[in-house]
T-cell receptor, first 114, second 114 residues
Framework: SQTIHQWPATLVQPVGSPLSLECTVE??????LYWYRQAAGRGLQLLFY??????ISSEVPQNLSASRPQDRQFILSSKKLLLSDSGFYLC?????????????FGPGTRLLVL | QQQVKQSPQSLIVQKGGISIINCAYE??????FPWYQQFPGKGPALLIA?????SEKKEGRFTISFNKSAKQFSLHIMDSQPGDSATYFC?????????????FGKGTKLSVKP
């Protein structure tokens, strides 16, 4: 069976500091990978998605970036955090074929920028 | 055309009652409609999903009703329980669409009172 991990679970960072959030998937190969942000009490905002190693598509321009150094690893980064970057960050995966639309979410990372 | 409109934003139901959440879409190319359940501090989890070749799908106390002509679908929770208190998201995607991306509604916060 497939498992998705995210860490850290919680992070408190000062404004202007760098960020690195990691997501890994086990039990599948060539997954599509996604990063979402969820503001408090709000919906899901797609930030990035990836269909393969080194292939990243950005949905919303901002000071965040994503990388996929390995097939089942997805990293969300920032060089300088803003207060507005606070939120709940969710990684998700789906099978890498067009007919498999279901996305499966990780446990999330809660980021507070002070 | 890519939006999925979800209502109500919040819902309070008595234990044993029926919870109904509605979603509407514009893009007639959408052909996959999942519902996700999210508990506080957790990632969303797939609850139930439907394709437009059927008008209804039932899994336990959860039922999706689908009206293709009206471009609407809804989630019904029968015999609602306090443990059902969570945020529910509807979503839609198109077969073979852009990396299987899901378009999410903004969510409905359900509170079931004992």
């Amino acid at each position: 069976s497939q498992t998705i991990h995210q860490w850290p679970a919680t992070l408190v960072q000062p404004v202007g500091s760098p960020l690195s959030l990691e997501c890994t998937v086990e039990g599948t190969s060539n997954p599509n990978l996604y990063w979402y942000r969820q503001a408090a009490g709000r919906g899901l905002q797609l930030l990035f998605y990836s269909v393969g190693i080194g292939q990243i598509s950005s949905e919303v321009p901002q000071n965040l970036s994503a990388s996929r150094p390995q097939d089942r690893q997805f990293i969300l980064s920032s060089k300088k955090l803003l207060l507005s970057d606070s939120g709940f960050y969710l990684c998700a995966w789906s099978f890498g074929s067009p007919e498999q639309e279901t996305q499966y979410f990780g446990p999330g990372t809660r980021l507070l920028v002070l | 055309q890519q939006q999925v409109k979800q209502s109500p934003q919040s819902l309070i139901v008595q234990k044993g009652g029926i919870s109904i959440i509605n979603c509407a879409y514009e893009n007639t190319a959408f052909d996959y409609f999942p519902w996700y359940q999210q508990f506080p501090g957790k990632g969303p989890a797939l609850l139930i999903a439907i394709r437009p070749d059927v008008s209804e799908k039932k899994e336990g106390r959860f039922t999706i009703s689908f009206n293709k002509s009206a471009k609407q679908f809804s989630l019904h929770i029968m015999d609602s329980q306090p443990g059902d208190s969570a945020t529910y998201f509807c979503a839609a995607s198109r077969y073979g669409g852009s990396q299987g991306n899901l378009i999410f509604g903004k969510g409905t916060k359900l509170s079931v009172k004992p």
